[in-house]
């Protein structure tokens, strides 16, 4: 009888979960050739091929899919036997892990997370932020406890994981006082022309502002793109151009940075999602977050 090796096991988990040996030799902190070598052997070993090459991808097999199974509850066991041995008082400095992308409000961050903080056993909280696609591959073997992010896992990728919607709000144009002067009263046509600050490519909600500008049939002045929603709301600050935010951060956006309401967009949504590898949001910190995002719409 072939005794199992958890080792193979855990090789194989990991590349299930992320679709390449690339990635998983990152997270493992192993050369690929090392993991494909211990595959082989663990394939040979059970005696069934447990991937299929889709693309560059690669995909479990039906055999592969029924180990898959297996391995997500004896590596979720394990996690509950760390969890069990566990003091209080050691339980309460376990790091609560969340994968922020570097494309999202940070205000709006704050105020989702920082309940997080407050329930009976808050843990240490860490945030990282990374693209998503970084994200949730460290979300796939357990890296990350949570993602937060403007859009549901996308269908390219093959990490397993469930998307919970938290909140959405439509979006506001906000500009320093003397541009809003310009650009309130026939608003949105008074945007045609009017410098601005448009989010960047991995901003879920950009195609859909840019549809919304050409059903309007105004054609703002592009000065510059942001990826960091902070940066771009302090070059409005200075002046550069009219900016988009969630109407939900209206009232932060107009004290923190000086900016006042041109107008709102309510045909454009910005939309939270919670991403976990579990389907329920079991975890104190988690149900925080989530009956925080219910009082933000």
């Given at each position: 009888m072939t005794e199992l090796n958890y080792k193979h096991l855990r090789y194989f988990w990991t590349v299930a979960r992320v679709g390449t040996i690339a990635e998983a030799g990152r997270l493992l902190n192993l050369a690929p050739h090392s993991i494909s070598t211990q595959l082989a052997t663990f394939e040979a070993a059970l005696?069934?091929?447990?991937?299929?090459r889709a693309r560059r991808r690669l995909v479990v097999t039906e055999a592969g899919e029924r180990i898959l199974g297996h391995a997500e509850e004896i590596f979720a066991l394990g996690d509950q036997i760390v969890d069990v041995v566990r003091d209080d008082s050691l339980r309460r400095s376990?790091?609560?892990?969340?994968g922020i992308p570097d494309s999202m409000p940070k205000s709006v961050i704050y105020h989702l997370i920082?309940?997080?903080?407050?329930?009976e056993r808050p843990?240490?909280?860490?945030?990282?932020?990374?693209?998503?696609?970084e994200?949730?591959?460290?979300?796939?073997?357990?890296?990350?406890?949570?993602?937060?992010?403007?859009?549901?896992?996308?269908?390219?990728?093959?990490v397993r994981g469930y998307s919970t919607l938290l909140s959405e709000s439509t979006l506001t144009v906000f500009a320093t006082p003397a541009l809003s002067a310009q650009l309130v009263?026939?608003?949105?046509?008074?945007?045609?022309?009017?410098?601005?600050?448009?989010?960047g490519e991995d901003v879920a909600h950009r195609g859909a502002l840019l549809q919304?500008?050409?059903?309007?049939?105004?054609?703002?002045?592009?000065?510059?793109?942001?990826?960091?929603?902070?940066?771009?709301?302090?070059?409005?600050?200075g002046g550069a151009g009219a900016i988009v935010a969630p109407t939900s951060i209206a009232d932060y956006v107009c004290r923190q940075y000086g900016l006042v309401v041109i107008g709102e967009i309510?045909?454009?949504?910005?939309?939270?999602?919670?991403?976990?590898?579990?389907?329920?949001?079991?975890?104190?910190?988690?149900q925080a977050i989530r009956d925080r995002a219910g009082t933000l719409g």
């Open positions: 005696g069934v091929s447990l991937f299929r376990l790091p609560f892990r969340i920082e309940p997080a903080l407050h329930v843990g240490r909280l860490v945030c990282r932020e990374a693209p998503l696609a994200l949730l591959a460290e979300l796939a073997v357990h890296r990350l406890d949570l993602v937060i992010a403007d859009r549901a896992v996308p269908p390219e990728v093959s009263e026939g608003f949105p046509a008074t945007l045609d022309g009017a410098p601005f600050l448009l989010p919304w500008f050409e059903r309007e049939r105004v054609q703002p002045s592009v000065v510059a793109e942001f990826d960091d929603s902070a940066l771009m709301k302090s070059f409005a600050q309510d045909a454009v949504v910005s939309r939270v999602y919670a991403i976990t590898t579990e389907r329920r949001l079991s975890h104190p910190a988690m």
